[in-house]
């Protein structure tokens, strides 16, 4: 049965965002796949296939969570990263199942060596070291406990990468941050040249690191944002843009929300339109209701804001945002007949509803809004 209110994943957007990106990758960086937060909102078990297909074999994750997930869904020769929160019995988990993990404290790597040792494996580690984010990360002192630990257990420690985050490389109001990070990161790495020690990937890039200051690719890039088809923020869009001399967004939305007209009514000049006095009709107008609400992640904070396409146009949200009902203005919209096709954020025609628009309104970032579009709403994959 085909659901009323679906996202729609487009296969052909995501090829084209891979391609962007490999088009800005220098020869032979690795793409890992960054598919934390529910794959930015389009659904884990639903994305993962869909980059495989198209060439993907690397993904990084948040946790152990999202690491099961992954690997429930994935092909055998597919490779997971998890950059941050394991429990104990998680960090058993991956080391079973050769699953890579990042080492950002002293603590973690003390654990891995126990556990390695009572499962006689040996784990894919990467130490990410604080180069100025100041969130995690093994500190200098840190590091050298950890390189001894490491030369200590070679049995049990593949040292797999070695990595940093950088604290804001989609503004360049952060770059003398950015820059400093950068040159900690490169110390590091001598240091540990020095002692023999070279990790089989160097990587610190997102997305904005990756487009903006290509020199940061270094061996792998952990992209999240573009491969979905945005721009971390419209700074980094525009540089890109004038940097290339180009007019066009490179990039195309991996997905499109959708539903239909439950109602259609009519409502009088005077009436009140749906709870309380949020929204007063001064005129004769046509109502449309829409089965999706705050409960399906659409924001409360688009009452009487908020905007649907119907038949290609603007309707707009009359009344408090319901927790299962919106209400629209269809007046001026000729003939919308219960079972029309609503988009809620994508492409009608030549009218488009961005994420970015849809979140200015609820001062969401793209990134926030994405994250919260709620797993229950069934995915739908399309060419
Ligand atoms: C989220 C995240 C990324 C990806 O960031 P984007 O801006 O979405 O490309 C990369 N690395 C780490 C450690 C992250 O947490």
Same mark, same amino acid.
């Given at each position: 049965?085909?659901p009323?209110t679906?996202i729609?994943?487009?296969k052909?957007?995501?090829?084209q965002? !891979? ?5 800005i ?9 960054v598919i ?20 993907v ?7 152990g ?14 490779e ?5 929160m ?21 603590? /973690?790597?003390?654990?891995?060596i126990e ?11 990467h130490?990410?070291i ?10 200098k ?33 952060? !770059?003398y ?22 990790p089989? !990937? ?9 487009? /903006? ?12 944002? &573009? ?8 700074e980094?869009?525009?540089?890109? @843009? ?10 195309? /939305? ?26 007063f009709?001064?005129?004769? &107008?046509?109502?449309a ?14 009452t ?18 319901n927790?299962n ?6 007046t001026?919209i000729?003939?919308?007949?219960v ?6 954020i994508? /492409?009608?025609g030549?009218k ?16 926030? @809004?994405l994250?919260?579009?709620?797993n ?8």
């Amino acid at each position: 049965m085909h659901p009323s209110t679906y996202i729609e994943i487009s296969k052909s957007a995501f090829k084209q965002n !891979y391609d962007f990106i490999q088009s800005i990758l220098l020869p032979n960086v690795k793409f890992s796949s960054v598919i934390k937060g529910n794959a930015y909102g389009h659904g884990i078990e639903v994305i993962v296939p869909v980059l495989e297909e198209i060439g993907v074999n690397h993904f990084s994750v948040f946790n152990g969570d999202e690491a099961f997930r992954v690997k429930q869904v994935c092909g055998p020769d597919t490779e997971i990263m998890v950059m941050g929160m394991l429990t104990p019995a998680q960090l058993e988990w991956v080391i079973e199942k050769d699953i890579e993990f990042y080492i950002f404290d002293i603590h /973690r790597l003390e654990q891995t060596i126990e556990l390695c040792k009572e499962l006689n494996k040996k784990a894919k580690v990467h130490f990410e070291i604080e180069t100025g984010m100041n969130r995690t990360g093994l500190s200098k002192d840190d590091l050298n406990q950890a390189v001894e630990l490491l030369k200590k257990n070679a049995d049990y420690l593949e040292l797999y990468g070695l990595c940093t985050h950088l604290a804001g490389a989609e503004s360049i109001a952060n !770059y003398y941050r950015i820059k400093n990070q950068l040159i900690n990161y490169k110390k590091t790495l001598k240091q540990l040249k020095a002692m023999d020690i070279e990790p089989k !990937y160097r990587h610190v890039s997102c997305s904005a690191g990756t487009i /903006r200051f290509p020199e940061t690719q270094f061996d792998m890039v952990r992209v999240g944002i &573009m491969q979905y088809g945005f721009f971390p923020t419209n700074e980094v869009m525009i540089n890109y @843009l004038t940097q290339h001399k180009e007019v066009d967004d490179p990039l195309r /939305r991996g997905l499109t929300w959708k539903s239909q007209v439950m109602s259609v009514k009519e409502v009088a000049t005077g009436e009140f339109i749906g709870y309380g006095t949020a929204y007063f009709a001064s005129k004769d &107008m046509k109502i449309a209701t829409i089965p999706i609400g705050y409960g399906y992640g659409f924001a409360r904070a688009l009452t009487n804001q908020g905007k649907v396409l119907i038949h290609g146009e603007y309707a707009q949200v009359v009344g408090i945002v319901n927790m299962n009902i919106i209400s629209v203005d269809i007046t001026d919209i000729d003939d919308v007949q219960v079972g029309d096709s609503v988009t809620i954020i994508g /492409r009608d025609g030549d009218k488009d509803i961005t994420v970015s628009s849809f979140s200015d309104i609820s001062n969401q970032v793209n990134y926030e @809004l994405l994250t919260r579009l709620p797993n229950d709403i069934p995915r739908v994959v399309v060419d």
